[in-house]
């Protein structure tokens, strides 16, 4: 039987997640806490790889070199590699929401100067692998966290539920996102695709700051 891979892969893969859900796997979206980060993630998610596309496209116009455009999904991926073993130790001993909020932060942050880079015409190979690397880092810092945080924020019998639908939304989003990407670029051009990734990620981090000002203010009047 012929393995699937590539886009029919990931169909199949957010098909078999669908099918198995009921009505108690949304459980968990009742909680507000849960359900505000498993939303702005999925934005997120979306926007990074949406962003992905974008830059890839951005790298194969300023340079001729085919080990430079090759090296954009490098940059994207390189630090989830590399720093998974730092951030698992530093968000089991850290507040998670902060260093969600960290992560966040850069990824806005870097996002926002690669976009007005792009924008202002200061465009440079070294420097868009910089950007996708500094982007990745904040993701490689906030995912973790994340995801050891389900079952700080859902009640015990809901993380089931709370693990599948993070694996839904990540099925979901990787199947559309590049191919919707690649519309944004082709129809409205470089600097939309990235500007649009970049109001995501701002409007992550601004979630992530209220939740994290709403902990803190139940947390003093307790």
Known sequence: MKDLQGPDRNCSDAGADAESMSPATFAPLRNRTFRS???????S?????????????LMA????????VALVPAASTLPAFIL???VGAIADNFNRRKVMFAGRCVMAIASTMLTASVALGFVDPWMILGFSFLIACGGALNDPAWQASVGDIVERRDVPAAVTLLSVGFNTVRTVGPALGGI???????????????VGYLGASGDHMALQMGGSLLASSA
């Open 45 to 57: 998610s979306l926007g990074w790889l949406m962003q992905t596309v974008a830059i890839s496209w």
């Open 37 to 43: 980060i498993w939303l702005v993630t999925q934005v």
């Open 184 to 198: 944004v670029v082709a129809s409205f051009g470089l600097v939309t695709a990235l500007a649009v990734t970049t």
């Open 61 to 68: 116009t300023v340079s001729t070199s085919d080990l430079m």
């Open 84 to 86: 998974s073993v730092f």
